[in-house]
């Protein structure tokens, strides 16, 4: 049961644009108002002042149990390995008290609520909203850890599944393929003179800022297509929902991350971990490619994979 003695810290990714991390504080605020009697604290993965590691001297502080939530959609590399030493490491200077690790939110049927009302929204909005001309285009973040790419791909299919659309494809942002203009390209071809992108982001940041210059560009592109662009959804009431069963004492009860105990995890982190320094104070003027994760595109099947 909750008490006062637990801390629940929500582990964002971070942002190099400000106003990103600034949301998921605000969210954090929210969700402080619908638990009123919890300890909610936030910390970030990378690009904020406060990361992992001060992150968890301050949930542990003063409590015997700290709830690390990723607050992320995929589970890719961050997930799988950097979250896991950083609790073993917090373990260690924090031997009395008990570090728990949830899963992250994943791709159930929550967010599959979420993208589809965004879906609804955008055709909406349309001249002409025939799912028949209608391309619909699921943009995420992208990893080169195919587990992650897998679980926007699954909802790919599942939102075709439940719509009438003749086309529904995913695209990246970055790390990993195909890109957003590349499968524009290819529904324009098969004859879509509508397109929905849905972002499939939780908060702002630089990415989405990016998405919507590319969506401008297209436009001039293509003036005989019409484009309608959805929005980030971290403050939709499903997430609050996700978080609350997340927080659940059913859920926590045998709780691992996402190769949590992994036989795997210790070869794949020692390259994936050298040159990161997520886990340290403050600072975020670090850059680094995510191209190491594709080293733990190992088949999960030995880890506990619980769906949404």
């Given at each position: 049961?909750?008490?006062?003695?637990?801390?629940?810290?929500?582990?964002?990714?971070?942002?190099?644009?400000?106003?990103?991390?600034?949301?998921?504080?605000?969210?954090?605020?929210?969700?402080?108002q619908k638990h009123p009697d919890w300890r909610?604290?936030?910390?970030?993965?990378?690009?904020?002042?406060?990361l992992l590691n001060d992150g968890l001297d301050r949930a542990a502080n003063g409590a015997e149990?700290?709830?690390?939530?990723?607050?992320?959609?995929?589970?890719?590399?961050?997930?799988?390995?950097?979250?896991?030493?950083?609790?073993?490491?917090?373990?260690?200077?924090?031997?009395?008290?008990?570090?728990?690790?949830?899963?992250?939110?994943?791709?159930?049927?929550?967010?599959?609520?979420?993208?589809?009302?965004?879906?609804?929204?955008?055709?909406?909005?349309?001249?002409?909203?025939?799912?028949?001309?209608?391309?619909?285009?699921?943009?995420?973040?992208?990893?080169?850890?195919?587990?992650?790419?897998?679980?926007?791909?699954?909802?790919?299919?599942?939102?075709?599944?439940?719509?009438?659309?003749?086309?529904?494809?995913?695209?990246?942002?970055?790390?990993?393929?195909?890109?957003?203009?590349?499968?524009?390209?290819?529904?324009?071809?098969?004859?879509?003179?509508?397109?929905?992108?849905?972002?499939?982001?939780?908060?702002?940041?630089?990415?989405?800022?990016?998405?919507?210059?590319?969506?401008?560009?297209?436009?001039?592109?293509?003036?005989?297509?019409?484009?309608?662009?959805?929005?980030?959804?971290?403050?939709?009431?499903?997430?609050?929902?996700?978080?609350?069963?997340?927080?659940?004492?059913?859920?926590?009860?045998?709780?691992?991350?996402?190769?949590?105990?992994?036989?795997?995890?210790?070869?794949?982190?020692?390259?994936?971990?050298?040159?990161?320094?997520?886990?340290?104070?403050?600072?975020?003027?670090?850059?680094?490619?995510?191209?190491?994760?594709?080293?733990?595109?190992?088949?999960?099947?030995?880890?506990?994979?619980?769906?949404?």
């Open positions: 049961m909750t008490n006062s003695k637990t801390t629940f810290l929500l582990a964002g990714h971070g942002s190099r644009n400000r106003e990103g991390n600034d949301e998921i504080e605000r969210f954090a605020d929210q969700w402080r909610i604290e936030v910390c970030f993965i990378e690009h904020a002042d406060v149990r700290v709830v690390l939530i990723p607050f992320i959609l995929n589970a890719a590399g961050h997930v799988k390995m950097e979250l896991p030493a950083a609790i073993e490491t917090a373990r260690e200077r924090h031997p009395n008290v008990d570090f728990v690790v949830t899963r992250h939110l994943g791709m159930g049927r929550e967010i599959f609520d979420v993208l589809q009302k965004q879906l609804d929204r955008l055709m909406k909005a349309l001249d002409v909203p025939d799912p028949q001309t209608t391309g619909v285009i699921l943009l995420g973040r992208g990893s080169s850890d195919a587990g992650a790419n897998g679980e926007l791909a699954r909802m790919a299919r599942w939102i075709f599944e439940e719509n009438d659309h003749e086309l529904v494809d995913l695209a990246f942002t970055g790390v990993t393929w195909p890109r957003l203009e590349t499968v524009v390209q290819r529904q324009v071809k098969l004859g879509m003179t509508q397109i929905c992108v849905v972002p499939v982001y939780l908060f702002t940041g630089v990415l989405i800022e990016r998405i919507g210059a590319q969506i401008e560009r297209l436009k001039q592109q293509y003036p005989q297509v019409a484009f309608a662009l959805g929005k980030h959804f971290g403050f939709e009431p499903e997430i609050f929902a996700i978080l609350d069963r997340r927080a659940s004492d059913d859920e926590l009860e045998g709780s691992l991350l996402e190769c949590d105990g992994c036989k795997y995890r210790e070869a794949a982190e020692e390259e994936h971990l050298h040159d990161h320094s997520h886990t340290a104070t403050g600072g975020c003027g670090h850059t680094h490619a995510h191209q190491d994760h594709a080293n733990h595109a190992h088949d999960h099947s030995h880890c506990q994979h619980a769906k949404s």
